[in-house]
């Protein structure tokens, strides 16, 4: 500012000297200006100091709003932070859980495709057992003793048991006459049935249903005559058929197959038809055995009758034994008190001088 008023007053010296004012006028006006100059740098270190307190005072509130205004953006930041934590938290456990839950369904379904595996080597292993005629069989022997051993008592069955002729047949069931014992295959045709269900168009289906129903019969016709033999077993044999398809497919479009079975004394049954044939079976032997407990219950009943007539006879032995006592017991009684009668008598006899008068009375009075 001071080199600004220097500036001010050199360039008024100059105007003056140009105009060609005198050295007073140019003195006065010097002075002039430096007391203008004085004055103004009062006002000038008045402004100043009045401007730096106003700046102290803004700097203090800017200062206070600076710290007001850093607490509110660190109270912020930190309900940010922890707003973030929690989410962060949440989330975390969210995907915990989701993470949970997605092992548990990796695992089921990983034990499902195991299953699904085993199923499917099972379905595998049992189409080769079904394509063989032998293991199919013994599928079938399998499954007839599972459902034969679960129903009846060891002593109402027997496997591979030997008919009179040398025939062996699958299962005998022991029941007894009538109707007697009942025979069971568990054989079956199987290769005519593949046949019938692998058929593309009706052609097929007629060929393999009549390739199918000459089996099923060629197979009846055998077990009547194997299975069936006067005399020695039932009038009827039992045909088991390992599969409820089958039997459904039997009797749902072959009905003159099952018509000739009948005629020929075979029964066609299935696993559901033969638990309920078995069950029919364990309540005969029940009956049986309940006749068989009969007639002994009732020859014990005889037994006991005569054990208890005899009881009878020696209770009334003993009771004239009783009747014979009390009659004697009363005779000893009768005895004892004329016994103590005549002790009484006795002791009321006065011995002294008149003893010859009391005896002869004595006397007198004792029976003859």
């Given at each position: 500012m001071?080199?600004?008023?220097?500036?001010?007053v050199l360039a008024l010296a100059a105007a003056l000297m140009l105009r060609g004012r005198g050295g007073a006028d140019i003195t006065r006006a010097v002075d002039g200006v430096m007391q203008a100059q004085g004055s103004l740098a009062g006002r000038l270190a008045q402004l100043a100091e009045t401007q730096a307190a106003a700046q102290g005072v803004l700097a203090e509130r800017?200062?206070?709003?600076?710290?007001?205004?850093?607490?509110?953006?660190?109270?912020?930041?930190?309900?940010?932070?922890?707003?973030?934590?929690?989410?962060?938290?949440?989330?975390?456990?969210?995907?915990a859980t989701s993470m949970h839950d997605l092992r548990e369904r990796l695992a089921v379904i990983d034990a499902a495709q195991k299953n699904i595996t085993e199923l499917s080597a099972q379905v595998v292993s049992l189409q080769d057992i079904l394509s063989n005629k032998q293991t199919r069989g013994a599928?079938?022997?399998?499954?007839?003793?599972?459902?034969?051993?679960?129903?009846?008592?060891?002593s109402a069955y027997e496997f591979q048991a030997t008919l009179p002729g040398g025939?062996?047949?699958?299962?005998?069931?022991?029941?007894?006459?009538?109707?007697?014992?009942?025979?069971?295959?568990?054989k079956f045709p199987l290769e005519s049935w593949h046949?019938?269900?692998?058929?593309?168009?009706?052609?097929?289906k007629t060929v393999a249903g009549r390739a199918f129903a000459t089996d099923i019969l060629k197979?009846?016709?055998?077990?009547?005559?194997?299975?069936?033999?006067?005399?020695?077993?039932?009038?009827s044999a039992l045909m088991f058929l390992p599969s409820e398809a089958i039997y459904a497919e039997l009797h749902a479009n072959f009905p003159e197959v099952v018509e000739k079975s009948y005629r020929a004394k075979v029964w066609i049954v299935s696993p559901t038809t033969l638990m309920?044939?078995?069950?029919?079976?364990?309540?005969?032997?029940?009956?049986?055995?309940?006749?068989?407990?009969?007639?002994?219950?009732?020859k014990e009943v005889?037994?006991?009758?005569?054990?208890?007539?005899?009881l009878d006879n020696r209770v009334a032995q003993l009771d004239k034994h009783f009747v014979q006592a009390s009659e004697d017991i009363r005779q000893i009684r009768i005895s004892t008190d004329k016994v103590v009668k005549r002790a009484d008598r006795i002791e009321a006899v006065q011995v002294g001088d008149d003893a010859e008068a009391v005896t002869v009375e004595v006397t007198a009075k004792l029976p003859g």
């Amino acid at each position: 500012m001071t080199a600004l008023l220097a500036v001010v007053v050199l360039a008024l010296a100059a105007a003056l000297m140009l105009r060609g004012r005198g050295g007073a006028d140019i003195t006065r006006a010097v002075d002039g200006v430096m007391q203008a100059q004085g004055s103004l740098a009062g006002r000038l270190a008045q402004l100043a100091e009045t401007q730096a307190a106003a700046q102290g005072v803004l700097a203090e509130r800017l200062q206070a709003q600076e710290r007001a205004l850093a607490k509110a953006v660190e109270e912020r930041l930190a309900a940010m932070a922890k707003r973030l934590d929690d989410g962060m938290q949440q989330s975390a456990h969210r995907q915990a859980t989701s993470m949970h839950d997605l092992r548990e369904r990796l695992a089921v379904i990983d034990a499902a495709q195991k299953n699904i595996t085993e199923l499917s080597a099972q379905v595998v292993s049992l189409q080769d057992i079904l394509s063989n005629k032998q293991t199919r069989g013994a599928f079938g022997e399998i499954q007839l003793i599972d459902l034969v051993q679960s129903t009846l008592p060891p002593s109402a069955y027997e496997f591979q048991a030997t008919l009179p002729g040398g025939k062996r047949v699958d299962c005998l069931l022991k029941l007894p006459n009538p109707p007697g014992p009942i025979g069971v295959d568990a054989k079956f045709p199987l290769e005519s049935w593949h046949l019938l269900r692998r058929a593309k168009d009706d052609t097929e289906k007629t060929v393999a249903g009549r390739a199918f129903a000459t089996d099923i019969l060629k197979h009846v016709r055998d077990i009547a005559e194997k299975y069936i033999i006067p005399g020695e077993t039932a009038e009827s044999a039992l045909m088991f058929l390992p599969s409820e398809a089958i039997y459904a497919e039997l009797h749902a479009n072959f009905p003159e197959v099952v018509e000739k079975s009948y005629r020929a004394k075979v029964w066609i049954v299935s696993p559901t038809t033969l638990m309920a044939t078995l069950n029919t079976v364990r309540a005969v032997l029940k009956d049986a055995r309940m006749r068989e407990q009969a007639g002994v219950i009732q020859k014990e009943v005889r037994l006991l009758l005569d054990d208890v007539e005899r009881l009878d006879n020696r209770v009334a032995q003993l009771d004239k034994h009783f009747v014979q006592a009390s009659e004697d017991i009363r005779q000893i009684r009768i005895s004892t008190d004329k016994v103590v009668k005549r002790a009484d008598r006795i002791e009321a006899v006065q011995v002294g001088d008149d003893a010859e008068a009391v005896t002869v009375e004595v006397t007198a009075k004792l029976p003859g």
